[in-house]
């Protein structure tokens, strides 16, 4: 069977990330990263393609994908992947004499930053590196220069110069070849690249800080704003790489579920360096909670096979006898092993990376074309139905005490989501929290529009609510004309726990109950899960556009010192604006908590 190239890209992220390419024997044929995983992957299944290209393409019986948080710590575990898995169709490398550096000379009263591909003699200079690619040796080095303004032509053209280049016009380079800066005052700004570049960065902000401040002080704004812009443009060098910290040995898991599937997903973590995820799909046949699932499958794991144990075992879920499982792993490993589910900084970051990796395993799965066909058909069993359905609509509300109030309305068919066809109905004139009213108004919108346009109506309309929505929506179907659409209405049970809905079909007297495994259950779990989410996205949306205004000064617990450390930190508001959750916690006086409200407030 060939890979279904067009049904697979539909499931795939726009995130950065790395992909794996398996031929039938599961055999890895290459690695690749992508700066958005669907764009790079769908260029090989159009367009013209060299003949290498095709052949690689000819082979592939399956594509694994990967997840990453920017495009460098995509590079980064691609290049870590190569190494380890050494597949056929990459570039290989024999060894790390190959891997580029940085070079500093010490014979240059103004030194340049330098590309090298090995080192030189001894005593020549300063290497900084091995760098994993020369991509990632280019951007730091035009990251640094820009920051610092050192340098980046040839000692030769250096020597001849008789006014400044245009790297000087764009404030790219302090001009040292004709002395508009000392050379004290350029050993500094090297010495901060480098610094920089070892990851020493947090040093050389606190002492452009205090730069900064004595300037303002001495009343040189224009300086202080040149070194405000330096803070900014650094704290971006800053960000942690969550895929290369140099430090850590542990393996995440994280476990995502929704009706019909589980997926576990597995990060493993080996001396600061992430070497990959693997994606297991566990069968929950006693319908255990996520935790004594998540428990059971990590014991198994570890016990049940002959694995190298790390010192920690992250999870995402408190697991169930977590001091057991601790204890066996530990004489296992004849060491002791952690583990934890409540961990901060990087480790924290390795956790949410190895959720969203289970959850978008688990979309992939789920919309797999075989799996989708066993759903529908069995939806038509379970409604009778003489035909396969071939468009399902369903529809729900969402709003804060009436605030905002949204309603979605999201599409099916026997390939899974039609998401261009979704549509947001911004709700008007209703009374807040009037959800019948709501549904009303939005299905009027949608089936008069479409009756009008002789567009394609839904085999099987769902609604998201019990008898009262389903007679309200039996009437707005009657009122535009619409015969031939079938109703369902999905009443969520007692407990609200999923599996145990009851469904009214057609009329309020015709209820069914299908069994929780059924797959034409978690095909309607499905849709009606993705009507729910896009309806909640919808409604944040509206709700934010009043927050984005926000300054530090409208932030509940925001004071005027931590406003200071703030500003302070980032060198203004718009750097404060730019930083991320995890950058405005490390400020000081900023709990994680605190760096959320804050980030919340001005990005909604």
Avoid at 28 to 51: D, M, P, Q
Avoid at 283 to 298: P, S, V, Y
Wanted: with cysteine; charged share 25%.
């Amino acid at each position: 069977m060939s890979f279904d190239a067009k049904h697979f890209l539909k499931t795939v992220s726009e995130s950065p990330g790395v992909y794996r390419m398996l031929d039938t024997d599961g055999e890895i044929l290459y690695v690749g990263k992508a700066k958005r995983l669907k764009a790079r992957l769908a260029s090989y299944f159009r367009g013209a393609l060299n003949t290498k290209t095709q052949a690689l393409v000819g082979r592939i019986a399956d594509i694994q994908v990967t997840i990453t948080r920017t495009e460098t710590e995509a590079l980064l575990l691609e290049q870590t992947l190569i190494k380890e898995q050494r597949p056929p169709y990459n570039i290989l490398l024999r060894d790390d004499k190959s891997y580029p550096f940085i070079f500093v000379s010490d014979r240059h009263p103004y030194p340049a930053l330098e590309f090298k591909r090995a080192r030189g003699k001894r005593g020549d200079g300063r290497y900084l590196g091995p760098f994993p690619s020369s991509t990632a040796v280019r951007e730091s080095l035009s990251l640094v220069q820009k920051i610092f303004r050192i340098r980046n032509c040839e000692d030769s053209v250096f020597a001849h110069r008789t006014r400044p280049c245009l790297q000087y016009q764009i404030q790219r380079c302090s001009a040292p070849c004709v002395d508009y800066i000392g050379r004290e005052e350029y050993q500094r700004d090297i010495d901060h690249a480098i610094m920089s570049l070892e990851g020493r960065s947090e040093q050389v902000t606190a002492q452009l800080t205090q730069d900064m401040e004595a300037a303002s002080q001495a009343l040189d704004f224009e300086e202080a704003g040149r070194l405000r812009d330096q803070i900014q443009q650094l704290r971006r060098l800053q960000e942690r790489q969550i895929v290369d910290t140099g430090d850590g040995d542990a393996d995440i898991f994280a476990l995502a579920e929704r009706p019909g599937g589980v997926c576990i997903s597995a990060l493993s973590v080996r001396g600061g360096r992430m070497l990959g995820a693997r994606h297991h799909m566990p069968q929950n046949g006693l319908d255990l909670t996520a935790e004594e699932l998540l428990g059971a499958f990590i014991s198994h794991y570890y016990l049940g096979h002959d694995r190298d144990i790390p010192s920690e075992v992250i999870t995402a879920l408190p697991l169930v006898d977590a001091d057991v499982i601790q204890a066996a792993l530990s004489e296992r490993a004849g060491k002791r092993i952690r583990v934890a589910h409540q961990v901060r900084g990087h480790r924290a970051q390795w956790l949410r990376l190895a959720g969203t990796n289970a959850e978008q395993h688990l979309t992939s799965q789920l919309a797999n074309r075989s799996q989708l066909a066993k759903r529908f058909d069995s939806l038509r069993e379970a409604l009778n139905l003489q035909e396969i359905p071939t468009r399902l609509e369903c529809f729900d509300i969402s709003h804060s005490h009436g605030e905002a109030t949204v309603a979605s309305c999201v599409v099916f068919d026997q390939d899974g989501p039609v998401k261009s066809d979704y549509r947001r109905f911004n709700i008007e004139g209703v009374a807040a929290g009037d959800d019948y009213a709501a549904m009303r108004q939005a299905l009027t919108r949608r089936y008069k529009r479409l009756v009008q346009d002789d567009s394609k109506l839904p085999d099987v309309l769902i609604v998201d609510g019990g008898k009262g929505q389903l007679n309200m929506a039996r009437e707005v179907l009657e009122d535009v004309g619409i015969m031939s659409t079938h109703l369902l209405g999905v009443a969520k049970g007692t407990t609200r726990k999923p599996g145990l809905e009851t469904l009214f079909l057609e009329t309020v007297d015709n209820a069914l109950s299908l069994d929780s495994a059924s797959p034409g259950l978690h095909l309607i779990q499905h849709i009606r899960d993705e009507a729910h989410r896009f309806a909640i996205t919808g409604h944040r949306q509206q709700r934010d556009k009043q927050r984005r205004t926000s300054t530090l000064q409208d932030i509940p617990g925001v004071g005027p010192k931590r406003r200071r450390e703030l500003l302070r930190f980032f060198g203004g508001l718009q750097g404060v604006r730019q930083a991320s959750r995890d950058e405005l916690a490390r400020v000081p006086g900023i709990s994680a908590q605190m760096a959320t409200t804050i980030h919340q407030a001005l990005h909604g």
